[in-house]
């Protein structure tokens, strides 16, 4: 075969070179995605290993990774059982929490004197402290699920609100000048321009929500409940088995993990005009 006749099957990538350069920076970064919080979490476990062992730490106190792998595996029916309701409370709280803060957010941005009355009253609300308004709820609620997804929702309403008021105002003035000389409606402008500008904006705070509905149900599930990853952990401290909380806590932290995850797929998905560094 000629060195032309070679050429001609080459792939067009394989011929470019900046084609092949590119494809090079991506499996970099794909690699540095993959790997470096691989070994990051690797070297968690190996100070933790060596802290225990080190200093000779009671496994009441803190067990070593190895013993928390243990009680994974052994109570693993106990720990799926309580980790179903907090998934549902968190999931019930965070499409809660962001359709009432989206849907607010909406309001804000077409009523300038509903913001400036409302606005004032979300900040309030969210300086109180999730511990102080968990017994509120619980109290008016009931010890169900109820007051769980609600305590989920609040946390993950302020930050989605205040993303998305930004959002939707962040739009190119260019192209909302030219819209209004097209005389397009409000419906059409915020439709065709304010959703797609707000988009970036509404990721950002869905990845923070996603982590937070978690910790919010966990909260909830702190003040009365029977199941439940927030349970399990008051249960475990109370008969003091360490290596039973800090399974807990690590399940739940790979539950906000998950959340995360799926939100940023979801992201890479459907933002499809944002440079690969801004995922």
Request: proline share 5%; aromatic share 8%; with cysteine.
């Amino acid at each position: 075969m000629t060195t032309s006749e070679m050429q001609l099957n080459l792939s067009p990538e394989a011929a470019d070179p900046e084609a092949q350069a590119w494809l090079a920076r991506r499996r970099q970064r794909l690699w540095r995605a993959r790997m470096l919080p691989a070994l990051g979490v690797a070297g968690l476990l190996v100070a933790w290993w060596a802290i225990v062992a080190g200093f000779h730490v009671k496994p009441f106190i803190a067990p070593s990774p190895l013993l928390v792998l243990q009680t994974l595996a052994s109570k693993s029916d106990l720990l799926l059982q309580n980790l179903v309701p907090t998934a549902i409370e968190a999931c019930g709280g965070f499409l809660l929490g962001n359709l009432a803060a989206i849907l607010l957010a909406t309001v804000f941005v077409h009523n300038k004197t509903l913001q400036d009355i409302f606005y004032p009253v979300a900040v309030m609300i969210n300086s109180i402290p999730v511990v102080a308004k968990a017994p509120i709820l619980v109290l008016i609620m009931g010890n169900g699920l109820e007051p769980k997804i609600t305590i989920a929702a609040i946390v993950c309403f302020f930050p989605t609100l205040v993303n998305m008021v930004r959002g939707l105002q962040a739009v190119n003035p260019q192209a909302m000048e030219l819209m209004q000389i097209l005389s397009a409606s409000k419906r059409e402008i915020f439709f065709k321009l304010r959703i797609y500008a707000s988009l970036p904006y509404l990721f950002s705070a869905l990845r923070i929500a996603a982590s937070m509905s978690v910790i919010g149900a966990v909260v909830g599930e702190w003040i009365g409940a029977t199941e439940g990853i927030g349970a399990m952990i008051i249960q475990a401290t109370y008969s003091f088995d360490s290596a039973l909380l800090y399974t807990a806590i690590i399940m739940s932290a790979v539950l906000s993990g998950l959340f995360f995850l799926v939100i940023a797929v979801l992201e890479r998905w459907l933002v499809r005009w944002q440079p690969e560094s801004a995922h």
